[in-house]
């Protein structure tokens, strides 16, 4: 269940309360149920490339619905993931990206924050079973949260597109969430 986190304190965890201030942003938040022989795979820590290729086709019917997306990935990120810190930290600053970053949560759970249209700040803890779009230009940062895990299909227009572009904006709201 997605969790919003706004500037002033105020917590929202039902999706249609939430959808209409992601909708300032054009920020898509959909469920997706993930289910079939994807859920024993996903129960492992850490998946090989053809265990990643098999969820991946387990799920390939939310890629296919997908329009002009080219490409998806599994990244499964833990504890054990060697430099993971590092490959966090390309993403835990205010940036924008040149195409959406498109999500979709098969395990664990991880945060994004956005910077709204007024200035204000929210973070929006995204679990298992949610999709969302965030929509290209939107200024945003990602981290995970304290379990430190998270498998998600990434789906790219063209991987180039997802390159971060670095804004100067300060972040008030990791601390509250963290």
Same mark, same amino acid.
């Given at each position: 269940?997605? $969790? ?6 105020? *917590? =929202?965890?039902? =999706?249609?309360? $939430? ?16 289910? %079939?022989?994807? /859920?024993? /795979?996903?129960?492992? !820590?850490?998946?090989?490339? +053809?265990?990643?290729? #098999? @969820? /991946?086709?387990?799920? +390939?019917?939310?890629? +296919? ?15 054990? &993931?060697?430099? =993971?810190?590092?490959? =966090? ?6 940036? *924008?990206?040149?195409? +959406?970053?498109?999500?979709?949560? @098969?395990?664990?759970?991880? @945060?994004? %924050?956005?910077?709204? !249209?007024? %200035?204000? #700040?929210?973070?929006?803890?995204? #679990? ?8 290209? %230009? ?6 995970? &949260? ?6 998600? @299909? ?9 390159? !971060? ?14």
């Amino acid at each position: 269940m997605a $969790i919003l986190q706004l500037e002033n304190g105020q *917590t =929202l965890t039902d =999706l249609e309360h $939430i959808g209409k201030h992601l909708a300032a942003l054009n920020i898509q938040l959909k469920q997706w149920p993930v289910g %079939g022989n994807a /859920l024993a /795979l996903l129960a492992q !820590p850490s998946l090989q490339d +053809d265990e990643k290729e #098999q @969820v /991946l086709r387990a799920l +390939d019917h939310y890629f +296919d619905s997908l329009e002009g997306y080219q490409s998806r990935d599994l990244i499964v990120l833990n504890p054990d &993931t060697p430099n =993971l810190n590092g490959l =966090l930290e390309k993403f835990s600053r205010p940036h *924008t990206h040149a195409d +959406d970053e498109v999500r979709y949560i @098969v395990d664990g759970e991880g @945060v994004f %924050g956005f910077v709204c !249209p007024d %200035g204000s #700040q929210m973070e929006l803890t995204i #679990q298992p079973e949610e999709y969302i779009n965030v929509p290209a %230009g939107t200024e945003h940062w990602f981290y995970l &949260t304290s379990g430190r895990r998270i498998k998600a @299909v990434r789906y790219f227009v063209d991987t180039l597109g997802w390159t !971060p572009e670095y804004t100067a904006t300060a972040i008030r709201m990791q601390a509250v969430a963290a």
